[in-house]
């Protein structure tokens, strides 16, 4: 059997860890298309001549805040870019799916088959410092017991119905924005994607 040589094995674990991080990370701001590295983003939809549906998705590690500031920003942004002013929120909600996943202990199989029900086995082992002890499947014990793996991963998606203007917002209206102090505001805490290399 031949061994890998030592530069070999630490360039690709190096390399699994950089990959591992790269789906660890939250949705950055970023077009909602299929096949992009991290999961989620913006998309909008052109309703009238001056309203747009906009939308904000983020991933499992991506904050409410950070979706609802990132949907304003986009509204922003798109406003901008449509050559108007200011925009009124006309309708906004924002909804959260979450889902609980239980899952058995992977590497727990027993040999006698599920078909025994509740049965499992009982012994005694000497511990250091203890002495003999009992496990008993029923009471819990160090190793050999069900255990499950449980998580609740939450996702939070923000949409947004806007009317874009041209000329100076009005100062009565709490549901309008100046899309660029709206820019200048959020840029700082925007996070853009990554080049890829």
């Known amino acids: 059997m031949t061994k890998m040589p030592k530069i070999t094995v630490a360039l690709a674990a190096v390399a699994l860890a950089a990959g591992l991080a790269s789906c660890a990370t939250p949705t950055p701001y970023q077009p909602n298309v299929p096949g992009q590295q991290t999961s989620g983003g913006y998309s909008d939809m052109q309703i009238e001549a001056n309203r747009y549906r906009v ?19 986009r509204a922003a942004e798109l406003t901008v870019q449509t050559g108007n002013d200011w925009f009124a929120i006309a309708d906004r909600q924002t909804s959260q799916s979450t889902q609980t996943y239980v899952q ?9 088959g599920p078909s025994y029900g509740l049965w499992r086995p009982s012994w005694r082992y000497y511990g250091g410092g203890y002495g003999w002890r009992t496990w008993d499947p029923f009471m ?9 793996d449980i998580r609740t991963v939450q996702k939070y998606e923000a949409s947004a119905e806007i009317v874009m203007h041209k000329g100076a917002k009005p ?18 805490r925007i996070q853009y994607p990554e080049a890829r290399g």
């Open 140 to 148: 819990g014990g160090p190793f050999w017991a069900d255990r499950m």
């Open 171 to 188: 100062a009565s209206d709490s549901r309008a924005f100046d899309a660029r102090q709206v820019i200048d505001n959020l840029r700082p």
């Open 104 to 112: 058995p202990d992977p590497l727990y199989s027993p040999w006698y």
């Open 55 to 73: 939308n904000f998705a983020g991933n499992s590690l991506t904050s409410r805040e950070t979706v609802e500031g990132y949907l304003l920003f």
